[in-house]
């Protein structure tokens, strides 16, 4: 008999092939020439809209959560194959500066509001205007505290320099701009 703590943890990543079977041939090919190098970010077309306008032309750092799902070839691995992110939800109760943010607990109950079947909070994102697109060490140990899980991302942008810098995981590691994929314009997952 298996006691519950001897149970092995449910895998929190979907398996891929779910999410191949909902996009078109043409994309899974695409996705599938990323694969395998590590993990690979699809940044939906109305995530990165709404994480844009929560911090276009604001001085003081803005910022909020990512909503969306971990993929990976073997669920029952520890690897992160594909991380969707869905949806991003702007902080409507924080304090900020042009160097600070502090997101008060508001921003979770809207995010769990916006999460769809099977979805999680699979990150944050905020603003470093005028500052570039970088992590702190601020950054680096909200992060470590709040998004430690192989697939949590975080994801910096300058809406004043046009950039833009990712982050995976608790230990903050960079992530490549060639491992961000967005859908074609006008199409969405």
């Known amino acids: 008999m298996i006691r519950w703590q001897d149970a092995p943890p449910a895998p929190l990543a979907k398996p891929l092939a779910e999410l191949y079977a909902l996009l078109p041939a043409i994309d899974v090919i695409a996705l599938d020439a990323r694969l395998g190098d590590g993990t690979v970010l699809l940044l ?16 003081n750092e803005q910022g909020g959560l990512l909503v969306g799902t971990p993929y990976a070839l073997d669920p029952a691995a520890s690897d992160i194959d594909l991380v969707l992110v869905r949806a991003a939800v702007g902080a409507e109760d924080f304090s900020s500066s042009g160097v600070s943010l502090r997101m008060e607990t508001g921003v979770w109950d809207r995010a769990r509001a916006a999460l769809a079947p099977g979805e999680l909070v699979v990150g944050w994102f905020h ?34 320099g046009d950039e833009e810098a990712w982050f995976l995981g608790g230990a903050a590691e960079p992530l490549e701009t060639a491992r961000v994929l967005r859908p074609a314009a006008g199409a969405d997952q």
């Open 44 to 59: 939906s077309n109305a995530a990165h809209a709404s994480a844009a306008r929560h911090v276009a032309g604001r001085r």
């Open 127 to 160: 603003s470093h205007p005028g500052l570039g697109a970088f992590f702190s060490e601020t950054d680096r140990r909200t992060q470590a505290a709040f998004f430690h899980h192989p697939f949590s991302v975080g994801w910096v942008i300058d809406p004043f």
